[in-house]
């Protein structure tokens, strides 16, 4: 059982151009969270998604991010515009149910604005 | 003030030393997790729990729900075991609040 897949793991943008963070959750996994560790900094949670429904995105910056976890395909967290203040480590993590379930994290994927 | 508050925020140890590292909370939750995160930045999570004590090889994790105040031991230390370690709490819904980490050195 394949634990929780990221990709890419390292990811190098320009200031302007878009980012594409993708996660595949443990099998038999269908909710979804995203959370930002900026540098020198501690986790921050984003965005809870279940299949094709994001149940909770009260982290999750107005503008210029969104995030899909669409019925078929992994989980998509996506920056428009990005910035060099984008520069993080994006992680993802997975459960089998919500409240009393573990989650399972993701070895990251580290973007770089330049 | 943070929500979840960790001490020390940096703890150096000789090899073999047993170590404590504590975690507050200050809010109502449904359970604390204990998690590591080594120097290439992937995160793994160690215990989940929401009452008494749970063991794991030279790793023992505690929780005293009305003090809202967690520990996570480590007994027998090794280098191996240098590593940022955050307690995080789920709170309402399934999101975690994080601690800020705990960054350990164990010497040979």
């Known amino acids: 059982n394949a634990g929780v897949m990221q990709n890419p793991r390292h990811l190098v943008r320009r200031r302007g151009q878009e980012a594409r963070l993708r996660c595949s959750p443990m099998?038999?996994?269908?909710?979804v969270y995203w959370y930002r560790q900026l540098p020198e900094e501690g986790l921050k949670f984003m965005v809870y998604l279940q299949k094709e429904n994001i149940i909770d995105e009260s982290g999750m910056p107005k503008e210029r991010f969104s995030a899909e976890f669409p019925k078929e395909g992994p989980s998509i967290l996506r920056i428009q515009q990005v910035v060099r203040g984008d520069s993080a480590a994006y992680f993802c993590?997975?459960?089998?149910?919500?409240?009393?379930?573990?989650?399972?994290f993701g070895p990251g994927t580290r973007l770089t604005v330049t | 003030k943070n929500e979840v508050e960790q001490s020390p925020q940096n703890l150096t140890a000789q090899e073999g030393e047993f170590i404590t590292i504590n975690c507050s909370y200050s809010?109502?939750?449904?359970?604390l997790h204990w998690l590591q995160q080594h120097p290439g930045g992937g995160i793994v999570s160690l215990f989940m729990l929401s009452s008494g004590k749970k063991k794991h090889g030279r790793l023992i994790a505690t929780i005293n729900i009305q003090e809202k105040h967690s520990s996570l031991h480590i007994t027998a230390s090794h280098p191996r075991d240098s590593a940022v370690y955050i307690c995080?709490?789920?709170?309402?819904?399934?999101?975690?609040?994080f601690g800020e980490g705990t960054q350990l050195t164990v010497n040979p």
């Open positions: 809010v109502g939750i449904s359970a």
């Open positions: 993590a997975s459960s089998q149910g919500a409240n009393s379930n573990e989650q399972y």
């Open positions: 099998k038999g996994h269908s909710h």
């Open positions: 995080a709490v789920k709170t309402s819904g399934s999101r975690l609040t």
